[in-house]
């Protein structure tokens, strides 16, 4: 049975939550590997949606094992807030596991964030602030505070005041705010921690378990490849590394426990936040794709900014991530455009043409896209259950992506919907292991 990664293939907000949600009634673990809740997404169940920020997908399907890695950042309080949602909606949240070496996002790291970020003004990177950035900074100052830690008051209190100690300059203009007394902090992580210690575990152990058990085990990533803090548009970029190969540092797994890797992308593109974007549509049809496709931001609210499917950033994260399979989400968002582009290179503004994504910075900032054309459909997609039964153009248009990224279409969203989706034979290998 293969260990499957589910990983970003733009910048985020692919749709990974509800391709997660598919295969996860077939695994017997979920782990999410990276990020905290900056993530976000939502899953449609028939009339109910639900928007989840750290717990994984697969916590809808009753006695579902859904661990959080240790290399997420928790917010305890985000997380305790998740739970007490879901049972209040009768969900069962026994299968819920949380790593006891996950790092915690504390108030100081909120604080930090916000004040960074407008300390920046033009030139913000667009974070959350939810305080990832420098909790994610005090993971490698050694600094950090784990989800362990909660469960020890006395250590607690030690590990909050070397913390705070360093940032006492920066945290100035917050000398007086009550979250940072350290009394006051220690005791309210504490009960956090009573509240949590039941789902607090070794979650590397879970995941071997299943393994040699031969059982299907999901790797969940956040964000997207090209906002992965080495390999994306830096530095704006998310603090962590959403790629595939994160997934053996975040869920404690080696190489050779990942089989395959699915990337997801949407049949067009959209970014949050500042930083590079060659495909954007600054224009009624960027807003007709951002409205079509309800282009705004689960976490944060924000409107997302949308452009034309990026094929140069496609193919590089193609490569990145090895991905074995693809899955494009909201092609029936397309419907009703006449024609569709494609990028397939980028030029410069002194006339150099780019095949690949360029690795430098001041580059990737300048360019511009070059298209290919291809026709589009008038066909509603939703009610479409079969590749074959596709328009012509809608098949065109997915075998022109495959071609060029050299990877195959693994399934296609056609609709929000749990059930509006179309899988291909390249998935079916999974399909029929799983069941």
């Known amino acids: 049975m293969p260990g499957l990664a589910i990983v970003g293939a733009q910048w985020g907000d692919e749709g990974k939550g509800k391709v997660t949600d598919l295969v996860a009634e077939r695994a017997d673990v979920v782990i999410r590997f990276q990020g905290g809740n900056n993530a976000g997404h939502t899953i449609v169940r028939g009339s109910e949606s639900f928007k989840f920020h750290l717990i994984p997908s697969g916590i809808l399907y009753p006695g579902k094992t859904c661990a959080i890695g240790n290399g997420v950042v928790v917010d305890p309080k985000v997380i305790t807030e998740e739970i007490d949602g879901l049972r209040r909606r009768g969900i069962d949240v026994s299968g819920l596991k949380i790593s006891a070496n996950a790092h915690l996002i504390m108030p100081y790291h909120m604080l930090l964030d916000h004040a960074g970020e407008s300390k920046l003004g033009k030139l913000q990177i667009g974070t959350t602030r939810r305080g990832i950035g420098p909790c994610y900074a005090d993971k490698a100052a050694r600094l950090g505070i784990r989800v362990q830690d ?90 962590s590394n959403p790629v595939a190969g994160a ?166 969203g056609v609709g929000p919907g749990r059930d509006e989706v179309v899988w291909s034979g390249a998935a079916r290998h999974l399909e029929r292991a799983a069941a």
Request: charged share 25%; net charge negative.
């Open 247 to 412: 997934a053996c540092v975040g869920a404690g797994v080696g190489p050779k426990d990942i089989d395959d890797v699915w990337g997801v992308a949407k049949a067009y593109t959209t970014r949050v936040g500042a930083g590079p974007f060659p495909t954007e549509l600054d224009d009624p049809l960027g807003d007709r794709l951002r409205e079509a496709g309800g282009e705004f931001g689960t976490t944060t609210g924000r409107p997302r900014r949308c452009g034309w499917i990026d094929l140069v950033a496609l193919r590089y994260a193609a490569r990145l991530n090895g991905l074995t399979g693809l899955a494009i989400t909201k092609l029936d968002v397309l419907t009703g455009i006449d024609p569709l582009q494609l990028a397939v290179r980028y030029h410069g503004p002194e006339g150099a043409s780019f095949d690949e994504f360029p690795y430098h910075q001041s580059i990737v900032h300048k360019v511009a896209a070059d298209y290919v054309e291809l026709p589009g459909w008038d066909m509603d997609l939703r009610g479409v259950r079969q590749l074959s039964d596709l328009p012509s153009e809608a098949r065109d248009y997915l075998s022109f992506i495959e071609e060029f990224v050299g990877v195959p279409v693994v399934l296609v």
């Open 150 to 239: 909660l469960l020890d008051e006395k250590i607690l209190r030690q590990k909050i005041y070397a913390a705070l100690e360093p940032k006492r300059q920066s945290l100035r203009p917050f000398a007086k705010d009550p979250v940072l007394d350290l009394h006051a902090m220690t005791e309210d992580y504490t009960s956090l921690g009573h509240r949590l210690e039941p789902f607090i575990t070794d979650t590397p152990r879970l995941v071997w378990d299943a393994l040699d058990r031969d059982r299907l085990v999901i790797y969940e990533g956040a964000q997207g490849t090209l906002l992965d803090i080495d390999h994306g548009t830096y530095p704006f970029v998310t603090s």
